[in-house]
């Protein structure tokens, strides 16, 4: 995996066979073609530029830094945008490490605001997260033989994928079938 937000970093990444670029803010066309070409898996991490934002906000980021961050996350909402219509494989991953931990899920809604349905921000979760690292045979669909990891919600996602963001809606979570 490549950590690549820029154009040119993004190519290179592409060019050298990296199996998943990690942000991709600022994708063009040929890129986007390129990934679809080797396979290449984005893992957008929309939220991270978006707590850096939040945060700043509270910390007293300066004015300038501020809006440099702010651009950059509408230029990733276009970019990821187009890489979904386009059918690059996307798998939902953060920066954990820049917001606070439990907060994750949050990156379903912003999947869902840039054109992606409910249904493929949880896919994108799950199935292709999955298939991302490696780990199909072992998670991210329920199947005979996997490990039972399942969380269920009190109310339905697929209407509004942020309900899994709220702790008071998840009603249980099976962890390897417990």
Avoid at 71 to 77: G, L, T
Avoid at 100 to 118: A, S, Y
């Amino acid at each position: 995996m490549a950590h690549a937000q820029g154009l040119e970093g993004i190519k290179n990444a592409v060019r050298a066979g990296i199996h998943s670029i990690e942000h991709g803010i600022y994708l063009d066309d040929a890129v986007i073609g390129m990934m679809l070409e080797k396979g290449t898996f984005l893992v957008p991490t929309l939220l991270a530029p978006l707590a850096v934002i939040e945060q700043g906000i509270e910390g007293g980021m300066p004015e300038y830094g501020l809006r440099k961050a702010e651009e950059s996350f509408e230029a990733h909402k276009v970019s990821i945008a187009k890489a979904h219509k386009a059918g690059v494989k996307i798998a939902m991953g953060t920066d954990a490490g820049v917001m606070p931990h439990g907060t994750n899920l949050r990156e379903m809604g912003l999947m869902v605001d840039i054109g992606m349905t409910p249904m493929e921000s949880i896919v994108a979760t799950t199935r292709t997260a999955a298939e991302c690292m490696g780990w199909q045979d072992k998670v991210g669909t329920v199947e005979a033989g996997k490990l039972a990891d399942i969380v269920i919600s009190s109310k339905d996602p697929l209407a509004d994928v942020r309900v899994l963001e709220e702790k008071e809606n998840i009603a249980a979570v099976i962890q390897d079938g417990k």
